[in-house]
């Protein structure tokens, strides 16, 4: 069994950063893609981002392209989200979800390990 662990959120003045990690213990860390959703208070979860195993490719959503990175360190077992030019509408709490196949099926929302979130808040 494999727990994704998140941290690094906070609250945060609009046009500020944060940089979100996940980390993983269990099965050597370059098994899995990794991605990155948020749910906002009375909404779905949404799609952020996703990269590769070794991170080769990586996915966006239109809403946060741009301005938020996704990238790795298998070295260190971690994936990061660096999110730039925050605004309120970001206010979410952020989850890390990792798929044993293609970061593709993150985009598509298939997952098959989730973390248990990190609140983000930007205040305007």
């Known amino acids: 069994q494999v727990q994704p662990v998140e941290s690094g959120g906070g609250l945060v003045q609009a046009g500020g950063s944060l940089r979100l990690s996940c980390a993983a213990s269990?099965?050597?860390?370059?098994?899995?893609?990794v991605g990155w959703f948020r749910q906002a208070p009375g909404k779905g979860r949404e799609f952020l981002a996703a990269?590769?195993?070794?991170?080769?490719?990586?996915y966006y959503a239109d809403s946060v392209k741009g301005r938020f990175t996704i990238s790795r360190d298998n070295a260190k077992n971690t994936v990061y989200l660096q999110m730039n030019s925050l605004k309120p509408e970001d206010t979410a709490v952020y989850y890390c979800?990792?798929?044993?196949?293609?970061?593709?099926?993150?985009?598509?929302?298939?997952?098959?390990?989730w973390g248990q979130g990190t609140q983000v808040t930007v205040s305007s």
């Open positions: 269990g099965r050597t860390f370059s098994t899995y893609a």
């Open positions: 979800a990792l798929n044993l196949n293609s970061a593709a099926l993150i985009r598509a929302g298939s997952v098959d390990y």
């Open positions: 990269i590769s195993k070794f991170g080769a490719g990586t």
